[in-house]
């Protein structure tokens, strides 16, 4: 029993540095504040508002509004890449931390169009 | 945002959230609230309505104008939509447009015209469609919506127009308003995130010979609509009976 729990005790330790040492995603961003919601919504539910306005542009045509693909990889393409992937990337390096793998990028361009950083948040067509 | 409310706002609310922002500024969240109102008011403009049903998108190509050998129509539909990879065997490369030649044997008379997405009134495509992916906007333009579609080309059957094309290949180098990739069916859109922008689409602008005309089909004042109703105009296969958005002159 003493030494199972001394095994166990070793094991949890062990596990509990593992964790530790799990390195966090590093998001940089690029246009700090010029966000359509604060950062924690984005977080939460940023894959649901770009759900919803992808059926409303494609289907109905509606377009120009605040949530748009091309409104965040505009704004959060890297200054040095110009795109959202890659290492470091603002849509990889968390997809990749959640270990989520959205398939966006199979006909989405994941560069900006316009010279990164001369584009206001949200408003792209 | 919240609601509109009858009554003014309640002041001992309003000095909490005050209060609660100058606190909260180092939690990083109720700071955020005031450029967030900031940038909602001018990031809101208005989203366009939308497609509407008081319009239907229609193309008119004069075959007579239509210069054998010339393809700048598929030339500025390649540059326009992205369409830049080649395969192997070419009958399996993406086309949205082409230009088709054709000869009568007995007179000798030839002529040219590019064929693309007929964009029809009950089009084929969007019956067969085991996903829903094939749709019809409201004003006539007929979309694959790469979200819903598998690939099981389907539609690229049931066209009797041979309009679509399915992407074999891996892509990087997509217009960013043009979204389009590997597995997925696709064809002619009429440009239609140019046509959301008033423009007209790429194939038209490019003619040199002005041999293509854009427009909406439902505005009797339209070009388009004042030429269809005075001169002769056909749909291919129009014992089909899609109503076809294409119509053609000349042959």
């Known amino acids: ?125 | 945002m919240s609601a509109p409310h009858d009554k003014a706002p309640d002041s001992g609310r309003r000095s909490f959230i005050g209060a609660a922002a100058a606190t909260g500024a180092g939690l990083g969240v109720a700071a955020l609230a005031p450029g967030l109102q900031l940038i909602e008011v001018s990031a809101a403009g208005a989203p366009s309505t939308g497609a509407s049903s008081d319009k239907r998108w229609g193309m008119l190509i004069d075959s007579n104008k239509c210069a054998s050998g010339c393809d700048a129509c598929v030339k500025a539909c390649n540059r326009e939509n992205g369409i830049t990879e080649t395969l192997q065997d070419v009958r399996q490369s993406s086309q949205w447009i082409r230009k088709v030649d054709l000869k009568d044997p007995k007179s000798g008379r030839e002529h040219s015209l590019p064929v693309l997405c007929q964009h029809c009134a009950k089009p084929t495509c969007v019956d067969v469609c085991p996903t829903g992916a094939s749709m019809k906007r409201a004003d006539g333009i007929v979309l694959v919506d790469r979200h819903i579609c598998i690939g099981c080309r389907y539609c690229m059957m049931a066209c009797p127009y041979k309009a679509r094309s399915f992407v074999h290949l891996t892509l990087t180098e997509q217009n960013p308003e043009v979204p389009r990739g590997q597995g997925c069916v696709e064809a002619c859109t009429f440009c239609v995130h140019r046509v959301d922008k008033g423009q007209q689409p790429a194939c038209v602008e490019a003619c040199p010979e002005r041999a293509m005309l854009f427009g909406d089909l439902k505005d009797p004042h339209s070009e388009i609509a004042q030429r269809i109703a005075q001169e002769a105009t056909t749909q291919l296969r129009s014992d089909l009976k899609l109503d076809l958005g294409v119509r053609y002159q000349g042959i």
């Open chain 1, 1 to 125: 029993m003493k030494r199972t729990l001394v095994g166990l005790s070793a094991f949890l330790l062990l596990a509990g540095s593992v964790y530790a040492g799990t390195p966090k995603p590093a998001v940089k961003i690029e246009n700090p504040g010029q966000c359509i919601a604060p950062a924690a919504e984005m977080r939460a539910n940023h894959m649901e508002k770009l759900k919803h306005t992808r059926t409303r542009t494609l289907r109905q045509g509606i377009r120009g509004e605040a949530a748009s693909l091309n409104g965040c990889i505009n704004c959060h393409a890297s200054k040095t890449t110009g795109s959202v992937l890659g290492p470091g990337g603002f849509c990889q390096e968390c997809h990749s931390y959640a270990a989520v793998s959205p398939d966006c990028w199979i006909c989405h361009q994941p560069k900006a169009k316009q010279p990164v950083g001369q584009t206001t948040a949200g408003v792209q067509q």
